[in-house]
């Protein structure tokens, strides 16, 4: 077995996106707390730690990770604290409360999710990917914002492109971004975004409606006035990523985990009342969100041993605060009995996810109108299920047949 540190200075971000379970299982046996040469920052791997940081109410204010900061730009609510960072909430809370998703769920997903299977279920075969999870996920989320106006496709598109760039975490040893070509897909789907979304804000401002982006742009302003679109902006790049593209990792990695366990399907499918279950354990098996969040050292501090200078950025990585041995039994494997451990998945304190209940009656509702119209769904094992992401990871692609 390699040594830690020589491992340690050794890892790529490229290998951690391939799988990065491996490298998290060492650092939370060996290391809980360390220093990443790749990353120029500190990562924190395991559940005690990261749950520590995540809920202290002092000492650990949140930023954003420098690709973070490069892709959405300063103002983003991920790296907003104190006051800033009520505002921001207050702003997109109003649609994500568990009572007003009750009102405008079922109809804003259902006819969709129908409308997909539709379209496929005689064909005895899908990739249920891209043919299902990723276009329920972002047509949700787009309706809601009020981009109905914008295809599927190019939603997805833009999802990604936000993605690789916010990931594009890698520096060299003097500190500078390694790969600063990687930004510009990113640049690319915010001058489309910014195209796209601009002339629609000229409008809202004239005639608000119903949609999230509409309320955005006016709710809590004084008569007459509208938030700028340098506030609008960069929490539309939040949403653009992560709220269009985590649903649809969730929905895939919740059916990769039951086609590993034909049993537990079997049980789900005769069973719906078991879905958020499922979908619970697949998000903690996978995180959607694998490792994103940061918060930075106010003071110097010591953690798990190690002294951490005030000022450093430290990397909480829920994916592998979720595969923690000390909580979790067999963590590698999806277990739809694994007694019920409030895991990392949304995070934790203040910035815990705002959609939480959004995202998880979507991954539900998809997963259970899926289920009812193809209860024989298996995984065609003539292929592999591909995984992929460090920063947010889920299946690339998951072939599924069913008799017709
Ligand atoms: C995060 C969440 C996002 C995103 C980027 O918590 C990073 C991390 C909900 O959207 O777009």
């Known amino acids: 077995m390699s040594d830690i540190n020589e491992l340690i200075s050794g890892i790529t971000i490229a290998e951690l996106e391939r799988d990065p379970h491996p490298f998290y299982e060492r650092l939370r046996a060996e290391a809980p707390v360390a220093f990443v040469p790749a990353l120029g920052m500190y990562i924190v791997s395991t559940r005690e730690l990261c749950l520590e940081i995540s809920r202290a109410a002092e000492g650990w204010p949140a930023v954003i990770s420098a690709a973070g900061g490069r892709t959405f730009g300063p103002g983003a609510l991920l790296s907003a604290n104190g006051d800033a960072h009520r505002k921001l909430r207050g702003m997109v809370e109003p649609h994500l409360q568990p009572s ?110 119903r949609s999230a982006i509409s309320h955005w742009l006016h709710d809590g302003m004084p008569e007459g006035q509208t938030r700028s679109r340098e506030e609008i902006y960069p929490n539309l790049y939040v949403f653009l990523l992560g709220a269009m593209q985590e649903p649809g990792h969730a929905m895939g990695t919740t059916l990769a985990g039951l086609f590993s366990r034909p049993d537990q399907l079997e049980r789900v499918i005769d069973d719906p009342t078991l879905i958020p279950r499922a979908a619970a354990e697949g998000m903690r098996w996978v995180a959607p969100i694998w490792s994103a969040v940061v918060k930075v050292a106010e003071q110097e501090v010591t953690v798990g041993g190690v002294t951490i200078p005030a000022g450093s950025p430290v990397m909480l990585s ?30 934790g304190g203040m910035h815990a996810c705002a959609g939480t209940y959004f995202a998880t009656s979507v991954v539900r509702i998809a997963l259970e109108e899926l289920l009812e119209v193809l209860p024989n769904i298996e995984r065609d094992t003539s292929r592999e299920v591909s995984f992929w992401g460090w920063g947010f990871r889920g299946p690339t692609e998951l072939h599924t047949t069913w008799e017709v």
């Not at 009102?103 to 379209?119: C, E, H, Q, T």
Request: hydrophobic residues 40%; charged residues 30%.
């Open 100 to 209: 007003a998703v009750d009102r405008y769920v079922d109809d804003l997903v259902r006819p969709f999710a129908r409308k997909l299977i539709a379209g496929f279920e005689n064909d005895g075969a899908a990739e249920i990917i891209s043919a299902y999870c990723e276009p329920v996920s972002v047509r949700a989320l787009g309706d809601l914002l009020g981009l109905d106006d914008v295809s599927h496709d190019t939603l997805r598109d833009w999802f990604h492109k936000l993605s690789v760039s916010f990931t594009n975490a890698a520096v060299d040893d003097t500190g500078e971004f390694a790969n600063p070509d990687g930004f510009i897909p990113g640049d690319e789907a915010k001058a489309q975004i910014i195209a796209h979304v601009d002339p629609k804000i000229d409008r809202w401002i004239e005639h608000p409606d």
């Open 318 to 347: 829920y994916g592998s605060a979720n595969r923690d041995e000390n909580a979790y039994d067999a963590p590698t494997a999806f277990d739809l009995d694994r007694p019920v451990i409030p895991n990392l998945t949304f995070g």
